[in-house]
């Protein structure tokens, strides 16, 4: 029997596509499953499971047998603690032994875990520890201390020595009895500290429904040594970048503490890491910080998310790897629902594109009224489900040859004396420019034109009036005349979402506060 791992192009994905595929690369079925059981347990024990780049220098290393037991251990210390099926376990950690073993165990005892950013402060952990209402919390010594004014109706447990002294007393032998239905983990959307995101809470079914972005969008397969350094408390990181390859055996590479662009591409040198899925961040960051190969890569498969990649960054993945970086597109709420088939010999990858769907989605553009657009017509982008039409929020067309493209959030456009613009496509610009750091494009009220353009740089350079001129006409020049930003604000640093977005929000709501305060 051909099973979905085995194919690689784009042509056969579509056509031995089925449901019914998916669930046969599972132990589990459609009435029982558990993701701890899927991504731990039923692998060889002496192979390597995950490999964590540290920050600071060096590697840890997990074997699936060691995880095996020590989630084991976790679950049933869950139980000595009186945690019941259904209770949700916060778990507030780095990349480390003690995260995945308590990621795993929690699952595997029938519990829901909840993964929170490292990076969140006071105000954004009591946020979800009060939403979520968490039997407990797993941290660190070092948040539980800097943020303990964020943790007043929860007990921290501190994943120490003494901490790991107790599960050695326990039973690594669990046997877990978990409903396909069951909740499994409660994963946070990004958002400001001052509005609460939705808590989506997914099922232990959906390590089924992820393996979609894992074979299409990450074209990952058995054999390969797949990295993703994004936080496994964002989407992208603990689907992706986690769950997903791990339920096919896949050894994954992780990256632990402060982010640093150069110690990123030493490490995926050191780990020989041959299929890399990032944040278009993590490739800007690499850029920007002079990273060039130094022996060689042996990467086959390259891909991107958490927002479109501009042209230059785009360019220079490819030179420095040696093959295209691949679109991946979805949200949190919805999964991924284009992609660019990374390792499909018969996909062409486009830059700029988002890719075609994949298998099993239906897709549309529509206009304001829900008409269908043509192809190159900008609309909004809509899922098909049982009860209709869903908006993911984004706008973008489709051209002649089935290829989509990204026009912004349907809240970012900008329209400026009865001219649309794009808000991305500006910052596209911008980035081009070998002294912008960073760029960002939002509408600001303007009397005469309604809204106009403002962007915020951060750059080495000198903020001069001068250097702000010189920006606009670079982007005159490579967009429309009228495509510009009229005003330019230089900035040390840009508002970014918890998941290392742009928070274009953030800056609408600043900007509006200061117009307040001037008024």
Request: charged share 25%.
């Amino acid at each position: 029997m051909v099973r979905l791992t085995d194919i690689t192009s784009y042509a056969e994905a579509h056509q031995m596509f089925s449901k019914q595929a998916l669930w046969d690369l599972f132990d589990g079925d459609r009435e029982h499953l558990n993701i701890g059981h899927e991504c731990v347990n039923r692998h060889d024990p002496e192979r390597m499971a995950i490999g964590i780049a540290l920050a600071e220098g060096g590697y840890e290393k997990i074997k699936f047998g060691e995880l095996r037991d020590y989630s084991n251990r976790f679950a049933n210390w869950l139980v000595s603690q009186g945690i019941k099926r259904g209770d949700r376990i916060a778990i507030m950690l780095e990349p480390s032994l003690a995260f995945y073993l308590a990621l795993y165990g929690t699952m595997k005892m029938g519990a829901v875990a909840v993964p929170l950013f490292t990076l969140f402060g006071k105000d954004g952990l009591r946020l979800r520890l009060d939403d979520c209402k968490p039997r407990l919390l797993l941290t660190s010594p070092e948040l539980a201390t800097n943020l303990k004014d964020g943790m007043e109706k929860v007990d921290p447990v501190i994943a120490d020595g003494h901490f790991f002294d107790c599960l050695r007393d326990m039973s690594s032998e669990f046997v877990e009895e978990t409903s396909a239905d069951d909740i499994a983990m409660y994963q946070y959307t990004s958002g400001t500290t001052r509005e609460l995101p939705e808590a989506v809470k997914h099922r232990h079914r959906a390590i089924v429904t992820v393996m979609i972005a894992a074979l299409y969008a990450t074209g990952v397969r058995p054999g390969d040594r797949y990295m993703c350094p994004s936080s496994p408390a964002w989407g992208h990181g603990l689907w992706h970048g986690t769950l997903a390859p791990m339920a096919l055996g896949v050894e994954i590479a992780a990256y632990s503490g402060y982010f640093d662009p150069q110690r990123l591409f030493t490490a995926i040198q050191d780990m020989e890491v041959t299929n890399m899925s990032a944040a278009a961040t993590h490739y800007r960051m690499m850029k920007n910080a002079g990273c060039a190969p130094i022996s060689g890569s042996q990467i086959a498969k390259l891909s991107f998310t958490g927002e479109p990649i501009d042209s230059d960054t785009e360019k220079w993945a490819h030179d420095t790897f040696g093959v295209p970086v691949c679109s991946i597109y979805g949200t949190t709420e919805v999964g991924v629902v284009l992609a660019s088939y990374p390792g499909a010999a018969d996909f062409e990858v486009r830059p700029g594109a988002l890719g075609k769907p994949v298998p099993g989605v239906e897709l549309n553009i529509h206009d304001p009224s829900g008409r269908t657009c043509a192809a190159d017509e900008i609309g909004e982008i809509m899922l098909k489900r049982r009860d209709g039409w869903f908006s993911v929020k984004d706008l973008g067309h489709r051209d002649k040859d089935g290829y989509w493209w990204h026009d912004g959030r349907a809240d970012d456009v900008i329209i400026s004396s009865g001219w649309t613009m794009s808000a991305r496509e500006i910052e596209d610009t911008l980035l081009a420019h070998p002294d912008v750091d960073e760029a960002a494009a939002i509408a600001v009220p303007d009397v005469a034109r309604g809204q106009i353009a403002k962007a915020f740089i951060v750059t080495t350079r000198a903020a001069e009036d001068a250097f702000a001129t010189e920006l606009q006409a670079f982007t005159k020049e490579r967009l429309a005349r009228h495509e510009y930003p009229r005003q330019v604000e230089f900035t040390n640093s840009l508002p970014k979402t918890p998941a290392g977005k742009v928070n274009r929000k953030a800056l609408r709501e600043r900007e509006a506060k200061r117009m307040e305060d001037t008024t």
